[in-house]
């Protein structure tokens, strides 16, 4: 668990949600595709505003300047807190309590990106979301709020079959759920790491250490534990 | 129990949670697509109505079922499956049900909160008011008695232009410009000066020593131009251009500045909190009074281009509108949305 990069929020019921904010890399090319958009956004609009002489000219200007402050403000409230960008890479901005992010800590963080930029191109804010496990830069800090990875993942699926077994000795609770999920990441694992495993628990089965039928028995452990009896059963 | 016993005696419940969830946040996008009637973006929720009481019910039951399955150590995808529940019921619960940008929220803004949050901040406004101003008059005296000395601050060419702007000579800014080049201005005052305005608030993230650099920076700059131009003569032309507009761009400059001092001074004398979770009071707090500083600046920048500029007018006229504007915005200040009498003693501490 450690090894994750998880961050949690308690709720007022006492429960811990996880959230998985997003690193660097994500984070950069998030930006990156705003910046392009913001980029074909700013000529377009030019393009039209462009002929219309000195009052084109103040508009464009003025255009500048809310993309260069506002445009990511505004999808993040308006878009479940996430600018095109963000959405590409399945990013989110909410706040430290994983609930969405309010008005007052999008601007927050919004403007405090002039911090972030300095000395130059995000120097500060490249060099905070290192040094730090949940990758705020200095306008997070301040506005309390995460940028997370929106989707979760699977790893988990569906039990292979066999029959159920009871394990050789007592098993704690943490071997019990290392088991389990062992056989629950069977479809994900080679048949080759797999069988390794299987037999790194071996003390859960009696069996010697070359068994052949090491992962069978231990999947049927994993279907013991999980409540399921059978007739195999020792 | 065994997991499998937990996941069939509770699944109805997890299903119905989960169906209910579904409803609400499916209901939502297609509202979003036809939200130009404002009207129908007003009912959102309404078309998928729920029982609030059985969602929280629900909600708590999951928890409860969450906090034993970590307990007991079950499966992942148990205890996956109920995390995700719990995590978007906790996002609809305890959503924040204010009506966002409305109408109402602006108008509360501008009249009540803008106002105090300004107050609440006297004393960093003080100071960034010092560190404005003690420069502006040092500069300006110093430039005042002899010109040469705007050539420690500005190079040749800047200050030929300003001879040039302000002066009597063939290019006064004051000229009759077309109404293209004013609403060009415009753009330039609202891109440039906010954005200034902003990075001053921002540099304040640095123990305050940025907003600091911002607003020296800034009054030396005036103070050096408006003495220059004093002892060359060219004092109407420059006081009659700038004394409307100053009254909310210097303002929101200083305002800015005690922002962002406001950060800094969080971080560097966090009090009984810890440095981060003071940062975070604090610039929730100091972001109204951004919120100020981007009106004033909004209302500078209409009035730098559009009226400042105006040549047709006569100076006194100027100095009178300008007198008026700098106490509208002394009042604004200093008075508006102050408490009822009766209300005093519960007086919002908007520090």
Redesign the interface.
């Known amino acids: 668990m450690s090894l994750d990069t998880l961050t949690t929020a308690e709720t007022p019921e006492g429960i811990a949600l996880s959230l998985r904010p997003a690193g660097l890399v994500p984070r950069v090319l998030a930006f990156a595709a705003d910046f392009g958009i913001r980029v074909v956004m700013f000529f377009a609009l030019s393009a039209l505003l462009g002929l219309g002489g000195g009052l084109g000219a103040g508009l464009q200007l003025m255009m500048y300047f809310l993309l260069e402050w506002f445009y990511p403000v505004v999808f993040e409230l308006a878009l479940a807190g996430a600018t095109p960008g963000k959405r590409m890479l399945g990013l989110r901005v909410v706040m430290d309590s994983g609930l969405p992010v309010t008005p007052a800590a999008s601007i927050i963080r919004n403007l405090l990106r002039a911090a972030d930029f300095m000395p130059l191109l995000y120097g500060f804010g490249l060099l905070a979301m290192l040094w730090r496990p949940d990758f705020k830069r200095l306008g997070d800090m301040a506005a309390g709020t995460l940028v997370v990875h929106a989707g979760s993942v699977e790893l988990h699926g569906a039990l292979p079959d066999a029959p159920p077994r009871a394990p050789a000795r007592p098993l704690a609770l943490r071997e019990q759920a290392a088991i389990v999920n062992w056989a629950m990441r069977g479809q994900r694992l080679t048949p080759a790491r797999f069988d390794e495993l299987a037999v790194l628990a071996r003390s859960a089965i009696d069996a010697g250490a070359g068994a052949p039928d090491a992962t069978q028995r231990l999947l049927g452990v994993a279907h013991w534990l999980l409540g399921r009896r059978g007739d195999a059963a020792r | 129990m065994?997991?499998?016993?937990f996941e069939a005696a509770y699944t109805p419940l997890w299903d119905e949670l989960q169906a209910m969830l579904d409803r609400v946040e499916g209901a939502r996008p297609r509202q979003k697509k036809d939200q130009p009637a404002d009207k129908k973006a007003r009912t959102k929720v309404k078309p998928a109505p729920i029982d609030g009481a059985r969602l929280s019910v629900l909600?708590?039951r999951a928890?409860e079922h969450?906090?034993l399955a970590q307990a007991?150590?079950?499966?992942?995808?148990l205890t996956?499956r109920l995390?995700?529940l719990?995590?978007r019921a906790?996002?609809l619960i305890?959503?924040?049900h204010e009506p966002?940008?409305g109408i109402g929220r602006l108008r509360r803004l501008l009249l009540v909160d803008i106002p105090q949050s300004v107050r609440a901040h006297r004393g960093y406004l003080l100071v960034a008011a010092l560190l404005f101003i003690v420069p502006t008059l040092l500069v300006g005296w110093a430039c005042w008695r002899d010109p040469g000395f705007i050539l420690h601050l500005m190079d040749a060419q800047q200050v030929r232009n300003f001879d040039q702007m302000y002066g009597p000579g063939a290019d006064p800014i004051g000229k009759p410009r077309?109404?293209?080049?004013?609403?060009?201005?415009?753009?330039?005052y609202?891109?440039h000066n906010?954005?200034i305005g902003?990075?001053c608030?921002?540099?304040g993230?640095?123990g305050g020593i940025?907003s600091a650099f911002f607003l020296v920076f800034n009054g030396l700059q005036g103070g050096a131009v408006g003495g220059y131009l004093t002892a060359r003569g060219h004092g109407e032309a420059f006081y009659s251009f700038i004394v409307t507009h100053s009254a909310f761009e210097l303002t929101a400059i200083v305002m800015s500045g005690a922002a962002g001092l406001r950060?800094g001074h969080a971080l560097i004398a966090p009090g009984r909190r810890t440095r981060?979770e003071a940062?975070?009071h604090?610039?929730?707090h100091a972001?109204v009074v951004?919120y100020g500083v981007i009106a004033f600046l909004l209302i500078a920048a209409a009035v730098e281009a559009f009226w400042s500029s105006a040549r047709w007018v006569e100076p006194q006229v100027k100095y009178g509108v300008g007198a008026a504007c700098w106490a509208l915005v002394i009042a604004y200040l200093g008075w508006q949305g102050r408490p009822r009498r009766a209300a005093d003693e519960k007086g919002p501490d908007a520090g």
């Open positions: 065994t997991p499998l016993q909600y708590r928890c969450l906090a007991r150590a079950y499966p992942i995808g996956q995390e995700q719990t995590h906790h996002q305890y959503r924040r966002g940008f077309s109404a293209e080049t004013d609403w060009q201005m415009f753009g330039y609202i891109q906010i954005g902003f990075q608030f921002a540099a993230l640095f940025g950060l981060l940062l975070r604090a610039s929730s972001i951004m």
